[in-house]
């Protein structure tokens, strides 16, 4: 079992910048891919950013040239780099680690982006 912790969100304003954590307590080598996924209330959670086993990254075409996933696999983290925020990226951040076998969630961290 893998227990994933984000941290990072909080309230900003349009134009700012946020950096989010995500800490696995176990080894994240194992996993095929680390990603950052967002929902808001009545909509389906999102893929907003995924990095592979060796670094390949994709982005979604919203975050594209704003946002940037990063991990260091010395600290088991994962990182997602937030610039030039919009209102319309407020919601609820979940880290995910994906492998064949299954995949593991955080309990999600607020960003909020005012305008």
């Known amino acids: 079992q893998v227990q994933l912790v984000e941290s990072g969100g909080g309230l900003v304003q349009a134009g700012g910048s946020l950096r989010l954590s995500c800490v696995a307590s176990g080894t994240i080598v194992s996993f095929n891919y680390m990603g950052w996924y967002r929902q808001v209330p009545g909509k389906q959670r999102e893929l907003v950013a995924r990095?592979?086993?060796?670094?390949?990254?994709l982005y979604a075409d919203s975050v594209k040239g704003r946002f940037t996933i990063s991990r260091d696999n010395a600290k088991n983290t994962v990182y997602l780099q937030m610039n030039s925020l919009k209102p319309e990226d407020t919601a609820v951040y979940f880290c995910?680690?994906?492998?064949?076998?299954?995949?593991?969630w955080g309990q999600g961290t607020q960003v909020t982006v005012s305008s």
């Open positions: 990095i592979s086993s060796s670094s390949k990254t």
């Open positions: 995910n680690a994906f492998r064949v076998l299954g995949d593991y």
